[in-house]
């Protein structure tokens, strides 16, 4: 019950497209969802966040959506850029459970 | 300001040896987390703290593994018999204020090499 799901594992996109990564959650008790994006040799760094009172925040290039019925919740990168190319990691809950990463790279 | 620090920012050990990895939490941060970054996988928690208490320490994988904190700064994180499978690197978080819900400040990792 305490599994987060992320996929894709890896993703290749084109400059400009839109890149979309995945996380289902199990636990219902869950009320806190970042995104992690960790560049080689550091640590992740929050990208944004959201609660699930909202379906959707969105942060300049970045969306998350939220589907509480569907216990889903996914990041959208709009207009992908080479320098975007990471490994990005959703949580979920207080105590954070981490999804096992998806490396984005965008090709130019 | 200073970030969230940590070293060694490598360390290669034999097994059955005694490490330690040392975290420095930006100032000012009670809250300060362990995490353990397998490769290819998630981030695995290891132990939180608050100021120097330790209220939950449920993903520390082993009695080899322990962890204090002093002065509610710095802390150590120690691992004895080191085995092959300890390999990873170890990630150190803080945040502003207790509880869970406060952005993680990640700090750049030691990476620990069991041979």
């Known amino acids: 019950q305490q599994q987060v799901k992320q996929s894709p594992q890896s993703l290749i996109v084109q400059k400009g497209g839109i890149s979309i990564i995945n996380c289902a959650y199990e636990?219902?008790?869950?009320?806190?969802f970042p995104w992690y994006q960790q560049f080689p040799g550091k640590g992740p760094a929050l990208l944004i966040a959201?609660?699930?009172?909202?379906s959707e925040k969105k942060e300049g290039r970045f969306t998350i959506s939220f589907n509480k019925s569907a216990k889903q919740f996914s990041l959208h990168i709009m207009d992908s850029q080479p320098g975007d190319s990471a490994t990005y990691f959703c949580?979920?809950?207080?105590?954070?459970?981490f999804g096992q990463g998806t490396e984005l790279s965008v090709k130019p | 300001g200073a970030g969230v620090s940590q070293s060694p920012s490598n360390k290669v050990t034999e097994k059955g040896k005694d490490v330690e990895l040392r975290c420095d939490p930006i100032?000012?941060?009670?809250?300060l987390y362990w995490y353990r970054q397998s490769l290819g996988q998630g981030l695995e928690f290891l132990i939180y703290?608050?100021?120097?208490?330790?209220?939950?320490k449920s993903g520390l994988p082993s009695d080899r593994f322990s962890a204090e904190r002093t002065g509610g700064s710095v802390s150590t994180l120690t691992i004895q018999r080191t085995q092959q499978e300890d390999s990873a690197v170890y990630l150190c978080?803080?945040?502003?204020?207790?509880?869970?819900?406060?952005?993680?400040?990640f700090g750049p990792g030691t990476r620990l090499t069991v041979l």
């Open positions: 100032s000012g941060h009670t809250a």
């Open positions: 636990n219902t008790a869950f009320d806190y």
């Open positions: 978080a803080s945040s502003h204020d207790r509880g869970f819900y406060n952005e993680q400040f």
């Open positions: 949580a979920a809950g207080g105590k954070l459970i």
């Open positions: 703290f608050q100021g120097n208490s330790a209220p939950d």
């Open positions: 959201i609660r699930p009172d909202v």
